[in-house]
């Protein structure tokens, strides 16, 4: 059984702890030698990268969010301990947690952590495909003889290196696919190492909840369980032909993943023709507060996503399904690309204030289309809102005051409220 530390990197036969070191950290696996696609995941990155840079949040449980009227964008794992989620609204957040520190969202600084752990990626294999400012895919396949070690062995230096020095941990999940290796980087986080290998695979799945497929949400799963299907098991009664039937294009991902099969390739130039976020409520909801906040954390996610591949967007879309499944999408062409979160937002908002639609809702979301290169991105003022050249140069200098001179050097008037 192939087994390697963590933390020194030494690869010996088997064994719970490391006989260089000593250390615990270690992941051992039949197939550890032989697997290269790997999922990397920060471990709740934009908290982290507020507590590497405050020290003072060290020990604290940190709500990364837009106020107390607004909604969670992240938190760390103190908070979620706590029962504080991602997408929680802010005051609910902080009954379950009071003791909580809550800072705004630092973009720039964010983006800046994302690049130094992409060109770390950079330096184990071209083949990569991000997913958001903290997550990416990597295919090391036939990498071995290049680094003189397995592709188990360079993922643990990546973590290693990001932990030494961007001061920033993460959770590497490794398989024979993309989609187990998602489910791997999940497993054990934080500051994870999970393996997944072929002759498991089966065995692994069968007892899982139908949720944890990638792409299955909660309407998915609630129309997934109106059929009798709540685990992998019970999808692997259906024949193909009536997972198709009652579910269309989803049964045929579901038919194909429930057997761990998956064949798409980690590509770093796959064509994206737009990138999107939604939520689904826990219950429908008219709360305008509400409804604004998670406007603003969905902007700050495409924003987010946007921001890893490179790209900008000319049209903003938004999405809304009423309480009754009326389905309900606008679109607003911008005068040129953007990335940036604030853009995207106030259009965004624009487009629900006229919509045409009332409440409540069960489902909100925002999107950019018609794609370019970041290079293209808000290179112009608009004329129809002279001030947003200015937010957009006021945002990256604050940006960038805060980073050198700390969070506090800066303090937006509203944030005093």
């Known amino acids: 059984m192939p087994a390697l530390c963590r933390d020194c990197l030494t690869q010996f036969p088997a064994g719970t702890r490391c006989p260089a070191c000593r250390s615990p950290r270690v992941v051992s696996h039949a197939e550890l030698d032989s697997l290269s696609i790997a999922h990397m995941d920060c471990d709740a990155f934009y908290a982290s990268v507020e ?11 940190v709500i990364v969010g837009g106020g107390s009227r607004g909604v969670v ?6 908070a979620r301990i706590r029962g504080v989620r991602s997408a929680m609204p802010m005051f609910q957040a902080l009954k379950l947690c009071p003791e909580a520190a809550v800072v705004k969202p630092r973009m720039q600084v964010y983006v800046q952590a994302s690049r130094a752990i992409r060109a770390m990626m950079e330096e184990l294999t071209p083949a990569i495909e991000p997913l958001s400012l903290d997550e990416a895919f990597l295919d090391l396949t036939g990498t071995a003889r290049l680094h003189g070690a397995p592709p188990a062995v360079m993922l643990a230096r990546l973590t290693k290196r990001m932990e030494e020095e961007l001061g920033l941990t993460g959770s590497v999940g490794l398989a024979h696919n993309k989609f187990l290796a ?16 072929r002759a498991e695979t089966a065995d692994f799945l069968k007892p899982k909840p139908v949720r944890i497929i990638w792409g299955v949400g909660t309407a998915t ?9 709540r685990t ?11 997972l198709v039937a009652r579910f269309g294009h989803m049964g045929e991902r579901l038919f194909h993943l ?3 099969e998956d064949h798409r390739r980690v590509s770093r130039d796959e064509k994206v023709k737009s990138i999107s976020k ?9 709360d305008p507060d509400l409804l604004d906040g998670h406007l603003w954390r969905l902007a700050e996610q495409v924003a987010d996503r946007a921001k890893a591949k490179g790209l900008s967007g000319r049209t903003v879309t938004l999405k809304l399904k009423r309480g009754d499944f009326q389905l309900v999408t606008r679109r607003h062409g911008l005068t040129g690309p953007t990335q940036l979160a604030d853009r995207i937002y106030r259009a965004a908002r624009g487009l629900f204030d006229h919509a045409g639609t009332k409440g409540p809702f069960r489902l909100i979301g925002v999107g950019i289309a018609d794609l370019a290169p970041e290079s293209a991105a808000d290179l112009e003022g608009d004329l129809l809102d002279p001030a947003a050249e200015k937010r957009a140069a006021a945002e990256r200098a604050t940006d960038m005051i805060r980073e050198r001179f700390g ?8 944030a005093l409220r």
Request: overall charge neutral; hydrophobic content about 35%; charged content about 35%.
């Open 407 to 414: 969070k506090d050097a800066i303090i937006k008037g509203r």
């Open 221 to 229: 799963q609630t129309a997934l369980e109106t059929a009798g299907i």
């Open 278 to 286: 939604e939520t689904t409520f826990f219950e429908d909801t008219s």
């Open 232 to 242: 992998i098991a019970d999808l692997l009664r259906w024949d193909r032909a009536d």
């Open 182 to 197: 998602k489910i791997a980087s999940d497993l054990d986080k934080p500051r994870g190492f999970s393996v997944i290998g």
């Open 51 to 61: 507590k590497r840079d405050d020290p003072s949040l060290r020990d604290r449980p």
């Open 73 to 78: 964008s992240t938190c760390c794992y103190l």
């Open 258 to 260: 429930a057997r761990g």
